[in-house]
């Protein structure tokens, strides 16, 4: 079994977590299918709204992970996002949030 | 809580496409007691701002439909002065630059700190609370920020400089007095007299001679001279609120007064020549007293010259949020104590509240809350007590359509004496189905001819 990677929590949105981490479990799916399709500028847009949003979060490697698949994404480099998100999808799995 | 954490009152507009990050910034300005508003695109945030100004809008530059940039340009097309802070994915110093060129009052990198958000939400709502509070010049001691209150008070600065006779309508506790006092204070008879008279308030002979005076032994009781407040109010102001009060009889004395500027005291045969300013206020439908006979149609004439309407309280709920705070203030001052501030829930329940009593509704509450709530904050359940939990009474669509419909028809027929072949042509409906809409609303077009008409 993979480590927990402990991501403290801010009290004040700490109901929001749990519904954020499972929008970005579907991302990981929606960005598999659209690499497939080849639909850059859906990706692009997922890549952008988690750089924007994964910081705010809690969760800086969130937006990393963003920023990397938007770069991607303007150049057409599909195996990029494909391994940016399985990195993501490790790490949603390995994230545990606790109350700050 | 330092100085740049105190707290501060006002509705901030959030825009993003990004259903996460909406809900992240209004948890953040919810946890500093400011209250925010959300909308999903460019197009949604325009229909919100023009229901409800906000005080400031917080917008994402990247977005599906109208981008951040569009957004600012059609905010500032029809409220330029309303700031708007963007959000950007990217430090790009080509949009930063446009957004600067197009007003933006801040433009901040994502992802965004959540401080320096704050701090920048926080210095525009107080510089919007300040301009609702420093307000000097004409109408100083009226707060308000809404668009109909600025048009209202644009006209009155207009109208303060002049001498035309003034008549404001408008509901009971609407603040028509304070109008009356801010044009009063802004014409040339500023160093003169105001003088206020509530007409409904006193019995019609006593009236009579408290607004033209008596002589000595005019009355019994009548031991001495008594000037009369037109005399009082010699070249200056006086206000004649509630005049759908006045009896009748006075109402021709008051006429004669209006036409040739001299009164006549009680018990005297000789006149004497005044010198004031007409204003007068009711929250009384004037129309409708003059048709059914109770109000002079003369009179109604000579009094407004220049009619002002000031809007009830539900429809600038814009301004709720400063006057709350205003009484708030003026509330410490008179009890010199701490400053109280209602929580956000307690703010969005008022500023939806129906108030049917208006400003004076909200005075009540407010100080009521302030007396009785210990801490800082004012909580949504004591907000609740002071209105006795009276629910909004908004009305549907259809009752507000249904309530216009009958208004508009009224009017219609009244400007026709009840001919309804005119009245439908001037609506743009056959005859048979202005019939129809006239029996839907139980209005008899019989009962609005007179003597001359059809």
């Known amino acids: 079994m993979k480590e927990k990677i402990i991501v403290p929590i801010d009290p004040d949105i700490a109901d929001l977590v749990p519904g954020f981490l499972a929008n970005r479990r579907k991302d990981v799916d929606k960005l598999r299918t659209l690499v497939q399709q080849g639909d850059f500028a859906a990706i692009k847009l997922i890549g952008h709204s988690m750089k924007g949003a994964g910081g705010g979060y809690g969760f800086d490697p969130i937006t990393d992970f963003g920023a990397a698949i938007e770069r991607a994404a303007q150049t057409g480099d599909g195996a990029t996002v494909l391994a940016q998100t399985d990195l993501l999808d490790e790490y949603l799995q390995a994230v545990e949030p606790v109350a700050g | ?454």
């Open chain 2, 1 to 454: 809580m330092s100085e740049a954490q105190a707290a501060v009152t006002g509705k901030v507009l959030l825009v993003d496409d990004d259903p996460d990050m909406l809900r992240l910034l209004a948890a953040w300005l919810k946890a500093a007691g400011i209250v925010a508003q959300a909308a999903q695109s460019g197009s949604e945030a325009l229909s919100q701002i023009a229901i409800s100004r906000p005080d400031v809008v917080i917008t994402d530059l990247f977005m599906e439909g109208m981008d951040g940039m569009t957004l600012l340009t059609q905010i500032h097309a029809s409220n330029p002065l309303l700031p708007v802070i963007m959000l950007s994915g990217q430090a790009q110093i080509p949009d930063a630059v446009k957004a600067t060129h197009l007003g933006i009052s801040a433009f901040l990198t994502k992802p965004v700190d959540r401080e320096t958000l704050l701090t920048e939400v926080r210095n525009h709502l107080r510089a919007a609370e300040a301009s609702g509070r420093e307000r000097t010049g004409f109408g100083a001691g009226v707060v308000y920020r809404s668009a109909v209150m600025t048009e209202l008070m644009e006209q009155a600065e207009l109208l303060a400089q002049g001498d035309v006779t003034v008549f404001i309508s408008g509901e009971t506790g609407t603040g028509k007095e304070v109008l009356a006092r801010a044009i009063h204070q802004a014409s040339p008879r500023r160093e003169h007299p105001f003088i206020g008279v509530n007409c409904g308030a006193i019995p019609e002979q006593l009236l009579e001679s408290e607004l033209f005076g008596h002589e000595k032994g005019a009355f019994t009781g009548a031991n001495t001279k008594h000037e009369g407040l037109f005399l009082a109010a010699d070249g200056g102001t006086i206000f004649l609120d509630e005049i759908g009060d006045m009896p009748l009889g006075l109402q021709v004395k008051l006429l004669r007064v209006l036409q040739d500027f001299e009164v006549r005291p009680v018990g005297s045969t000789r006149t004497v020549p005044v010198n004031v300013r007409i204003i007068s206020a009711t929250h009384n439908d004037l129309d409708e007293l003059v048709q059914s006979g109770e109000f002079r149609e003369d009179l109604y004439y000579r009094l407004n010259v220049v009619p002002l309407r000031m809007p009830s309280l539900s429809e600038r709920r814009d301004d709720i949020p400063i006057l709350l705070e205003h009484f708030l203030r003026k509330h410490a001052e008179r009890a010199q104590s701490r400053k109280k501030r209602f929580d956000t829930e307690a703010v969005e329940y008022l500023c939806t509240a129906p108030w049917p009593g208006n400003i004076r509704q909200l005075i009540n509450a407010v100080e009521l809350c302030a007396t009785l709530t210990k801490g800082e904050v004012i909580p949504l359940a004591m907000a609740q007590k002071a209105l006795r939990d009276k629910p909004a009474q908004i009305q549907t669509l259809k009752e507000a359509k249904d309530a216009f419909e009958k208004k508009y028809l009224i009017s219609v027929l009244r400007i026709t004496n009840g001919n309804v072949a005119t009245a439908a042509r001037l609506a743009g409906r056959n005859r048979t189905e202005f019939y129809k809409l006239l029996g839907m609303h139980d209005i008899d077009a019989a009962s609005f001819r007179g003597a001359d008409s059809e």
